[in-house]
């Protein structure tokens, strides 16, 4: 079994459903008294969080950069970013070190490439939502049509997460919000929706769509485990 190694802390409440779904996961694929050889680097969000409202993306890069490089020295075997948005920053955390790196949008891709799906909702983070380094890497590498909400749902959907999901906060009317988003991508063409930030699976659920979920989290940690049994 290979060492994954996490940059977490992004928020740490998503943090924590990586380590847990990891941890099922090995444990229904091994049995027994099994669980997944890894290790957690978890950076302080308020400060990435502050980075990213003033774009200072180089900045958060050091941050990302340093953590992927002490992972990597304390025997990692492969990085996962437990984070959609600081995705943005995935090459060069790749280009400075030296062990792979699974890249969130690709796992999610992949999934959605198998059920034959081509136009595609995507919710996440504004950054997520609105800059090329996600919808365009799923547009030019896995030929997807990419829909996102309009400005005013793009808006909410970003308040919600930074100031509900990241605190741990769940509320069934922002819930609600996020169904009606749903059903206008839906209503636009979306044959599935893309949970584009690792918050957003503590809020809405597979009930809360006509069309197929791929939760982002879920999804980059079973294929960090199978990564990690030499499976993929």
């Known amino acids: 079994m290979k060492t994954i190694g996490l940059i977490g802390g992004m928020s740490w409440e998503s943090s924590l459903e990586y380590y847990r779904i990891i941890n099922e996961t090995i444990k229904q694929k091994l049995g027994g008294f ?63 070190i030296h062990i792979p790196f699974l890249h969130i949008a690709d796992a999610t891709a992949k999934m959605i490439k198998i059920a034959g799906l081509n136009t595609i909702g995507l919710l996440g983070t504004r950054f997520t939502m609105e800059h090329d380094f996600y919808k365009g890497r799923l547009i030019e590498k896995f030929g997807f049509k990419i829909l996102i909400p309009n400005d005013a749902d793009r808006e909410r959907i970003h308040q919600i997460i930074y100031t509900e999901l990241c605190l741990g ?15 206008k991508l839906i209503r636009e063409g979306a044959q599935g929706i893309i949970l584009g930030c690792t918050e957003i699976e503590l809020l809405v659920h597979e009930e809360d769509s006509a069309v197929p979920l791929y939760p982002t989290t879920r999804i980059h940690a079973q294929t960090a485990v199978a990564y990690a049994l030499g499976e993929l």
């Not at 890069?61 to 600081?86: K, P, S, V, W, Y």
């Not at 920053?89 to 790749?94: G, N, R, Y």
């Not at 906060?169 to 059903?183: D, F, H, L, M, Q």
Request: aromatic residues 6%; glycine residues 4%.
């Open 34 to 96: 099994h669980s997944a050889k890894c290790l957690l680097y978890s950076v302080d969000f308020a400060e990435v969080e502050e980075m990213q409202k003033l774009g200072k993306w180089q900045d958060a890069a050091q941050i990302m950069i340093a953590a992927a490089q002490n992972l990597e020295r304390g025997g990692a075997d492969f990085i996962i970013l437990c984070t959609n948005t600081m995705h943005k920053l995935a090459d060069e955390i790749q280009a400075n």
């Open 169 to 183: 906060v769940v509320k069934p009317e922002s819930r609600e919000e996020y169904k009606k988003v749903i059903a």
